[in-house]
């Protein structure tokens, strides 16, 4: 795979088994691998009514609010309670965890990052200025505010790069005021952490 452009507007979306709201996957490895099998999946999704999380055992998570009121995440044992308000403010968690939500307000729209844990690791990170993005084997960078560009390709709010199995870093500049960019670097998990 190649680096592959992706906009939101055009991300196929799949509802929730449970009804509570729906998916655009942007990338998942190795590809076709279903929700089982994945070893790194990105996606936004879009949540609409209150209820639990489904449980990923072994996989570690990353969600991000993009827009909308947003939502309380708690664990009925009290080990995880979190207010995901803020908009681009990434908070990992565990996929292992028996996570609920209720809404603040309306249906919020947010950025999920999955890892197989022991064998991918993320980097998940909100750039506001001109950076550079270290090398990754794979990985996903989205424009959330304003347009980007991220190497030789110009990036405008909503569009995003993805690639896949081949080493790639980036220099990424605001083209506007008040930018902002995900990026996202998914690498191997380290010896230690395979050992766990």
């Known amino acids: 795979m190649s680096v592959l452009r992706f906009s939101r507007t055009t991300l196929p979306a799949a509802p929730w088994k449970n ?14 691998a279903g929700l089982d099998r994945f070893g790194w ?4 999704a879009t949540i609409a009514a209150a209820g639990p999380f489904s449980v990923f055992a072994g996989v570690d998570r990353s969600i991000t609010l993009l827009e909308g009121d947003g939502v309380q995440l708690f664990t009925h044992d009290g080990r995880v309670a979190h207010r995901l308000d803020v908009p681009h403010r990434p908070f990992a968690f565990s996929g292992d965890d028996e996570i609920d939500c ?7 729209n947010d950025f999920n990052v999955m890892t197989r844990r022991g064998q991918w690791r993320a980097d998940v990170q909100v750039l506001d200025h001109a950076s550079t993005v270290e090398a990754a084997p794979h990985g996903v960078l989205l424009a959330l505010r ?3 560009r991220l190497n030789d390709e ?3 709010e909503g569009e995003g790069l993805c690639w896949a199995d081949a080493a790639q870093a980036w220099q990424a500049a605001p083209a506007s005021e008040g930018a902002r960019l995900m990026a996202v670097r998914i690498v191997p998990a380290s010896p230690a952490e395979r050992k766990k």
């Open 19 to 32: 009804g509570g709201g729906t998916t655009q996957e942007i990338a998942s490895w190795p590809q076709g």
């Open 41 to 44: 999946r990105v996606s936004i």
């Open 102 to 108: 209720t809404l603040l307000g309306g249906a919020s």
């Open 146 to 148: 304003g347009a980007w």
């Open 154 to 156: 110009a990036c405008t």
